[in-house]
């Protein structure tokens, strides 16, 4: 298996713009998370999906931030619009039992 | 979940085992002692975790002491790639506990 693939890899935008990060989970995982890092605040979870189904979704900022997972092997976590302080690494992490990490987004917001 | 405590940083020689310490004090007897750690722009991989009893795999051992207030993970053979941040974190089992919460780590720099 590829593991988690987490694209794009870099993201550049410009305030105001929407920006939607992709996420492919270990196929078989029934569990999917959405982690954001900052240097300020470490690793934070941001969402986590049981069988596509949100199941808490209380770690997301605000409302400017949503996530969806149509199915068993996509998710997408999207922010619009788009701010400078949005600028972090976000990471999507799949799970039976132990947490397989893809290699992040690296988000900048100018 | 129980609180865990890990020194800052800390520096070993390759070659040599690293032994990386974390105090879980108010650990409750259901609670699940993980190691997770994280390379330069990568993110985190899954080491070893264990509940009582001592665990090793192909990476690491973990040590947890018998009151289970504290544990060491074990890097018995420390390389340049095992530079990471290393966390160490309190959960319950997987199955009724999905919440990973990773606190500062300990950033272990292994030198020539």
């Known amino acids: 298996d590829a593991g988690v693939i987490q694209s794009p890899r870099h993201e550049v935008t410009e305030m105001g713009q929407e920006v939607t990060l992709r996420c492919k989970p270990i196929s078989g995982h029934n569990s999917l998370f959405w982690y954001r890092q900052t240097m300020m605040r470490g690793l934070e979870l941001l969402i986590y999906?049981?069988?596509?189904?949100?199941?808490?979704d209380s770690g997301m900022p605000e409302d400017r931030f949503s996530a969806k997972m149509p199915n068993a092997s996509f998710s997408t976590l999207k922010i619009q619009p788009s701010e400078p302080r949005d600028s972090a690494v976000y990471f999507c992490?799949?799970?039976?039992?132990?947490?397989?990490f893809g290699q992040g987004t690296r988000l900048t917001v100018v | 979940d129980a609180k865990t405590t890990q020194p800052t940083s800390m520096d070993c020689a390759e070659g040599r085992a690293a032994n990386l310490p974390c105090n879980h004090s108010?650990?409750?007897?259901?609670?699940?002692v993980y190691w997770y750690r994280q390379i330069h722009s990568q993110g985190p991989q899954y080491i070893i975790h264990?509940?009582?009893n001592n665990e090793t795999n192909e990476m690491a051992s973990l040590i947890i002491t018998e009151d289970r207030k504290s544990s060491t993970l074990i890097l018995p053979h420390a390389t340049l790639r095992d530079t990471a941040v290393y966390y160490c974190?309190?959960?319950?089992?997987?199955?009724?506990?999905?919440?990973?919460?990773f606190g500062a780590g300990t950033t272990v720099t292994v030198r020539a």
């Open positions: 999906f049981n069988n596509n189904v949100p199941i808490d």
């Open positions: 264990g509940l009582k």
């Open positions: 992490a799949s799970a039976v039992t132990e947490a397989f």
């Open positions: 108010t650990i409750s007897g259901n609670e699940y």
């Open positions: 974190i309190v959960r319950r089992d997987p199955f009724n506990d999905y919440k990973l919460s």
